[in-house]
């Protein structure tokens, strides 16, 4: 007997400007992720205010997925997804984000897209806004810094809600919205970045004023909760983490404390709010670290307080550990900092790789809402090797997922109420911190490569048959 629920939601997740390209097909405009080039591990990926000649821009073409939709969820089909998660990109529906009336080709490529997803019992799962803000909003607003931009978005939200209303039932109001808690959240997450041009983690950086476009956001997620609640009583909305659990190196009370502090302001802050409908206490003492005087206007209390989400998702990839010494080495990681933890290994990318933390994770935020909860995201970066026989042999990510799953089970067992599990890049596709298409997650091999280059047919990988398995038995069998 599974200790998973029956109806768990096992698939795979993406998202448009990573894997669609066509990006500027059938009237779509540019967003924040079509102005950013290619980089690599070792090289930082440029955002641009014009596109450059002779320049790779990796979502231009991606690996196409907007003409190769339907072989993809074939694919997804064929490994038994339950749920797709994916997103629709904001510029296909209204190209500058400030048009009065979306752009119809865009919302007909959704309909087809669901279509297809439907047709296999799959249920999509939406983000809304993935790292795909109309690059015109950064250039007219700079960007969630704007109050102006929660309209905007609630025009876009409302328009897929209408249209969609009978085809998707699970939405996700932004992707990791704490990644604006950062610097490196300036050009993917609050699109602050007006007239910048250069590596994408030097934007010149205001920590005040990505709180405010926070805020901001907060209110358009809220906003969207409600509007959803009121019109489409069968739609449930989540928020969308992007989790950096994080250990206090030593029991040194100055690391304890600092691992707090940490905790709550890159991943508490932001969850209290999309969950409890308020600020926690300890915001004060952040807006004051920061120098922030949030600008609110009557009313904000009250809208953030009526768009509670229905249930928390997040991303797992990685932990990290904070350490008051100033002299540990620190970690690579998605959008987090932090020491390296002795007991942990690293990714090629020095992710540190750490399964029993998302067991401490899901307790962790089961313990603190009591919301049903979703892994939205988890999975392996790494190199693959296409071998003489046309075979990958992915075993290093089979292991990964496995351990992870394990520990999933157990945090079920401890009592949470987990929904579904749906690991990240479940087709290859562009990496949204490198630029880079070297670095794979999926179970399906694109053949794409970082120069641009590659017949973009798709070729199954070992973890294909692996994560087949696992779904037809509800995650009994992980061998
Ligand atoms: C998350 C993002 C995804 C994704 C993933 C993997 O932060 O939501 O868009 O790409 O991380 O990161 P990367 O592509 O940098 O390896």
């Known amino acids: ?67 190769r939709y339907a072989e993809d969820i074939a694919l997804f089909a064929e490994m038994g997804f339950k749920c797709y998660r994916m997103s629709i990109n904001w510029t296909r529906i209204f190209p500058t984000g400030m048009e009065s009336e979306p752009n119809e ?21 939406v983000t809304i806004s993935h790292y795909e803000l109309p690059f015109a909003l950064v250039q007219e607003y700079n960007g969630w810094a704007s109050r102006r931009l929660i309209d905007y978005y609630m025009n876009y939200v409302k328009a897929i809600f209408e249209r969609y209303k009978d085809k998707v039932k699970y939405w996700l109001t932004f992707n990791e919205l704490n990644c604006g808690m950062m610097p490196l959240g300036n050009v993917l997450g609050t699109g602050t970045f007006q007239g910048y041009s ?17 805020h901001h956001m907060f209110l358009a997620s809220a906003k969207a909760v409600k509007y959803a609640h009121d019109n489409y009583p069968q739609f449930k909305i989540g928020n969308m983490i992007a989790f950096a659990t994080s ?43 920061y120098n922030c005087e949030l600008a609110t206007e009557p009313g904000d209390d009250e809208i953030l307080a009526e768009g509670k989400v229905d249930f928390y998702t997040f991303s797992y990839y990685m932990s990290t550990a904070q350490s008051a010494a100033p002299t540990q080495a620190t970690v690579e990681g998605n959008l987090m900092g932090g020491v390296k933890n002795p007991y942990l290994k690293a990714s090629d990318w020095g992710w540190q790789i750490d399964p029993k933390g998302l067991r401490f994770t899901l307790n962790e935020l089961y313990d ?30 089979i292991d990964y997922l496995r351990l992870h799953i394990e520990e999933m089970k157990k945090a079920v067992e401890d009592g949470v109420d987990l929904m579904g599990y749906t690991p990240w890049g479940c087709i290859d596709l562009v990496s949204a911190s490198t630029g880079e298409m070297a670095k794979r997650y999926g179970f399906i091999y694109v053949e794409k490569y970082d120069d641009g280059t590659g017949t973009l047919n798709r070729r199954k990988k070992k973890s294909f048959d692996w994560y087949k398995k696992v779904i037809a038995t509800n995650g009994d069998d992980l061998a």
Not at 200 to 209: G, S, T
Not at 248 to 275: G, H, K
Not at 280 to 287: E, G, N, R
């Open 247 to 289: 250990y206090a190196l030593t029991c040194n009370p100055d690391d304890i404390l600092l691992n707090q502090a940490f905790m709550r302001e890159m991943n508490w802050y932001c969850s209290d709010v999309q969950v409890r409908g308020a600020y926690p206490a300890f915001a004060k003492s952040i807006w004051k670290k």
């Open 105 to 125: 080709a865009g919302l007909a490529h959704y309909d087809k897209v669901f279509d297809e997803c439907r047709k296999y019992g799959i249920e999509p799962l």
């Open 368 to 397: 603190r809402y009591q919301i049903p909860l979703m892994v939205v995201e988890n999975g392996l970066g790494a190199y693959d090797k296409i071998e003489e026989d046309g075979s990958i042999n992915d075993d290093y990510r």
């Open 1 to 67: 007997m599974s200790v998973l629920r029956d109806d768990f939601l096992w698939g795979g997740a993406t998202a448009a400007n990573q894997c669609e390209g066509a990006w500027d097909e059938d009237g779509k405009g540019p967003s924040v992720s079509d102005m950013c080039t290619n980089g690599s591990h070792t090289v930082t990926k440029r955002v641009t205010q014009t596109i450059e000649p002779d320049t790779l821009y990796p979502s231009h073409e991606a690996i196409d997925h907007y003409h």
């Open 198 to 214: 250069g590596p994408y983690n030097e934007v010149p950086d205001d920590p005040a004023l990505r709180l405010q476009a926070l």
